[in-house]
């Protein structure tokens, strides 16, 4: 069996028992076997591995965890972004104009867009990212995105429910017997979640409750686009339905908060509903921040995620999404780099990643700067000096 020893770390983040929240351990190590965690502890006493990794006094961290991202499409929309920052407002309407050009791609035209955006996310530290489909909407489009998204990730969300196609404007129930029939049959052998983007303009909480009962029965998990652009009722319809995630969470009443409260455990028991912020899409829409203070203040699970589309947040920069809510959405750095590690992982139901204790995938991040504080202190500047996937260094 070959192992693997990251020595020298100078502050390990466990997000396991440690010093604070976020389980720090310094003048650490951490011995790799088989893509998988098998020794955490002092660096003076490490046990012997077949290769070392010197991180020469640097900080070490989880990988990110990004749990919201839309990879499958062609085409960018450069333009749109330049006219809204010259004054108009986004209302979800440019969601088609992807629609089109991804309708219009080969297959190799949209896994070299996965493959390049999912690169980009692994060199700034990403070692997990969810990706959905939700810019095809024709069963065949949506089978074909899903299919290409697997290629990448085991975390897949069906999103057919992400706008109603320009064919079906006028017949909105006609599309979501559609999502719910033959589209929700083919996607469904290669997806893991399924997610309704709720708001107004999209779908109302009758047609998002119908979709998602439907993906539930058929053996998905729930995931929502909720409360973006306006209040509404997709927090409460995901927490009503057990979704493991309720997403962007821009707009929320006091009962959107205890609603999230009332879920949220401690023991990782697997009913909590995380909040997933999404901050890429409030600074590329110039919108106000959701308030993660209030949220956490409310003992609310929050995660961090990119939102990574081609519209309303093109970037898969973690790190970056890390800066923004430690600069506008009241957290502290330790919240900001939990919630990108192991809220991240928590919005994914998921206990093997996000966190570096035995047993944990061998996910993990050598930064340039001693501290995990400079992800949001030295905004901007490429900090991930290695990834370590699985145990291996990319
Ligand atoms: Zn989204």
């Given at each position: 069996m070959s192992s693997l020893?990251?020595?020298?770390?100078?502050?390990?983040?466990?997000?396991?028992?440690?010093?604070?929240?976020?389980?720090?351990?310094?003048?650490?190590?951490?011995?790799?076997?088989?893509?998988?965690?098998?020794?955490?502890?002092?660096?003076?006493?490490?046990?012997?591995?077949?290769?070392?990794?010197?991180?020469?006094?640097?900080?070490?961290?989880?990988?990110?965890?990004?749990?919201?991202?839309?990879?499958?499409?062609?085409?960018?929309?450069?333009?749109?972004?330049?006219?809204?920052?010259?004054?108009?407002?986004?209302?979800?309407?440019?969601?088609?104009?992807?629609?089109?050009?991804?309708?219009?791609?080969?297959?190799?035209?949209?896994?070299?867009?996965?493959?390049?955006?999912?690169?980009?996310?692994?060199?700034?530290?990403?070692?997990?990212?969810?990706?959905?489909?939700?810019?095809?909407?024709?069963?065949?489009?949506?089978?074909r995105s899903l299919r290409i998204a697997a290629?990448?990730?085991?975390?897949?969300?069906?999103?057919?429910?992400?706008?109603?196609?320009?064919?079906?404007a006028d017949r909105p129930d006609d599309y979501v017997g559609l999502v719910c029939g033959p589209m929700l049959a083919a996607a469904a052998p290669h997806a893991k979640w399924i997610d309704v983007f709720c708001e107004r303009g999209a779908f109302d909480v009758d047609h998002a409750r119908a979709i998602l009962a439907c993906g539930q029965a058929a053996g998905l998990g729930v995931r929502v686009h909720a409360n973006q652009l306006g209040p509404g009722p997709g927090v409460q319809l995901g927490v009503e339905l057990g979704a493991a995630s309720v997403d962007h969470c821009t707009h929320l009443s006091d009962a959107d908060m205890a609603a999230l409260a009332g879920t949220a455990r401690d023991d990782g028991s697997g009913?909590?509903?995380?909040?997933?912020?999404?901050?890429?899409?409030?600074?590329?829409?110039?919108?106000?921040y959701p308030d993660a203070r209030r949220l956490l203040d409310a003992g609310v699970t929050v995660a961090l995620a990119t939102d990574c589309n081609p519209g309303t947040s093109y970037t898969s920069s973690m790190p970056f999404c890390v800066a923004l809510a430690v600069r506008e959405m009241g957290m502290t750095p330790a919240e900001a780099v939990w919630a990108a590690t192991a809220g991240g992982a928590r919005a994914l139901r998921r206990d093997d990643i996000g966190v570096l204790t035995p047993g944990a995938r061998a996910d993990l991040v050598v930064l340039d700067a001693p501290s995990y504080l400079h992800l949001a202190y030295r905004p901007g500047v490429p900090l991930i000096r290695q990834v370590l996937l699985n145990g291996v260094p990319q």
């Open positions: 020893l990251v020595d020298t770390i100078g502050e390990l983040v466990t997000n396991g028992t440690g010093e604070g929240p976020l389980g720090i351990r310094r003048k650490a190590a951490v011995l790799i076997e088989e893509g998988r965690v098998a020794w955490v502890g002092p660096a003076a006493y490490a046990p012997a591995a077949d290769r070392r990794v010197d991180a020469g006094g640097a900080a070490v961290l989880p990988g990110f965890v990004d749990s919201h991202a839309h990879l499958v499409f062609a085409g960018d929309r450069a333009a749109e972004f330049a006219a809204r920052m010259a004054g108009e407002r986004y209302t979800g309407g440019g969601i088609r104009t992807t629609v089109g050009a991804t309708r219009a791609a080969s297959d190799d035209e949209l896994r070299a867009t996965v493959r390049r955006l999912r690169g980009e996310a692994l060199r700034q530290g990403t070692t997990t990212m969810e990706i959905k489909s939700g810019y095809g909407l024709t069963v065949a489009d949506e089978a290629e990448t990730s085991t975390e897949t969300t069906f999103l057919g429910a992400h706008v109603v196609p320009a064919e079906y009913t909590t509903t995380v909040a997933t912020l999404l901050p890429g899409a409030e600074f590329s829409t110039r919108s106000p």
